[in-house]
């Protein structure tokens, strides 16, 4: 008889979140345990093709061989990208007064901004 090791796999949306926790034998790779668990029939905007995957916050592939006690988290897409998001705050900042506008650092409210 095979011993079985226990995961965990997990995906949230914004107003629903899972974390299943299942048996699998050793050997079964991320996303024979995904399929498994269900998570798919729960929600089904999850593509693997699209999808990233990581095991315990780190970037895992599809093929990786799953140990005892790991968490398979199911990653959603990225709605914006992170760069663009912080150069608009940026500009913002700038627009209000809230940053220099030569060197892009906070300006001391003690000096006025000069």
Do not use: C
Not at 19 to 41: D, N, R
């Amino acid at each position: 008889m095979t011993d079985l090791i226990h995961i965990e796999v997990v995906y949230g949306t914004p107003t629903k979140q899972e974390l299943l926790s299942i048996p699998v034998s050793p050997g079964t790779t991320v996303e024979q345990a995904i399929v498994e668990s269900g998570i798919m029939e729960l929600f089904p905007e999850i593509d693997l093709k699209k999808n990233k995957v990581g095991i315990w916050n780190r970037a895992a592939k599809l093929s990786e061989e799953l140990q005892d006690l790991d968490r398979i988290e199911v990653y959603r897409p990225l709605i914006a990208d992170p760069k663009e998001v912080r150069k608009r705050r940026a500009e913002k900042a700038k627009e209000e007064g809230r940053a220099d506008k030569v060197t892009g650092g906070r300006v001391n409210p003690l000096r006025g901004g000069s």
